[in-house]
């Protein structure tokens, strides 16, 4: 019927959308007319006024649906923006969490490099306290027990001093917690040491020896009636360092990024679904 084709045709003319889906909409509204026109024919109308009465019928219905589908281009539109978004989001998040996986086992094979660093810590500690487990006063013995635990740090250690606690006992007021674990700290005075080993052997002038000022380059552990002190080699200090970094500034922020684009893509995924429903809803009413 080539007049419904043509009125069909001046409806959606100025109508946007995708080719198939216009295409859809005016074979919808061409069967309704066409079908109402039959039932017209039927009633004993001719051709021509069942074909009248039919357009005339549907009345301001072509408004509606002009502005209809207009709205349903724009909703259409967005829709497509929303699942845009939805599957970059979704792609970020997959490079972000690769990204943080690889980061991931970095930090866990570094980290496992530099463990020595804390088995040491109380290995040494548990060594120089061995010698002077039975001791009150150090003796040659004991003494020359300590160089040998020097030497088997020497790579590690630049010196290791031995206090009694009267000799620092206003410090130990103030560090109390230095007799629960080997703890890094700013060095004791070393002036107030019972005895000071170096590579060198036995230190004689204590008075010249100048504290470290890195606070992660000093361990120190007391244990009644000793307060033992050991200080890393300057070459040791970026192993303690990164140890350190490792512990406490940890890749704990890794995985909130791709965390989050996934939140993204997850809730753009179900507006789009949302979206895409409302969509199928509206072209059956501009249908």
Do not use: C
Not at 44 to 67: D, H, M, T
Not at 77 to 102: D, K, N, P
Not at 127 to 147: A, K, P, R, Y
């Amino acid at each position: 019927m080539k007049q419904i084709d043509e009125y069909v045709n001046a409806i959606y003319r100025h109508v946007n959308g995708k080719k198939e889906e216009i295409s859809d909409l005016k074979h919808e509204m061409r069967s309704h007319l066409i079908e109402a026109v039959h039932e017209l024919k039927e009633q004993g109308k001719s051709e021509e006024e069942a074909v009248r009465i039919a357009i005339e019928n549907f009345g301001e219905k072509p408004q509606l649906i002009k502005g209809l589908s207009e709205f349903f281009t724009m909703q259409k539109r967005f829709t497509r923006y929303v699942l845009g978004f939805a599957l970059v989001s979704l792609v970020l998040a997959s490079l972000f969490l690769v990204h943080a996986l690889i980061e991931s086992k970095m930090y866990r094979e570094a980290l496992h490099a530099v463990e020595e660093v804390e088995i040491d810590r109380q290995h040494i500690m548990d060594d120089i306290f061995s010698v002077l487990q039975s001791s009150h006063d150090l003796s040659n013995v004991e003494e020359e027990q300590l160089i040998d635990v020097f030497e088997k740090y020497q790579e590690k250690l630049n010196l290791i001093a031995v206090f009694r606690e009267t000799e620092v006992e206003d410090w130990l007021e103030e560090n109390e917690f230095v007799y629960r674990k080997p703890t890094t700290i700013l060095p004791i005075d070393y002036s107030h040491a019972s005895i000071v080993i170096s590579n060198k052997g036995i230190v004689q002038n204590m008075d010249q020896i100048v504290p470290s000022n890195y606070d992660l380059g000093t361990v120190v552990k007391a244990s009644t009636p000793f307060v033992i002190q050991y200080e890393y080699k300057d070459s040791y200090r970026n192993i303690v360092e990164e140890h350190h970094q490792l512990n406490y500034y940890g890749p704990n922020s890794l995985h909130q990024l791709p965390l989050l684009f996934f939140v993204i893509s997850i809730v753009l995924g179900v507006i789009w679904v949302f979206l895409e429903g409302y969509s199928k809803q509206l072209k059956r009413v501009i249908g």
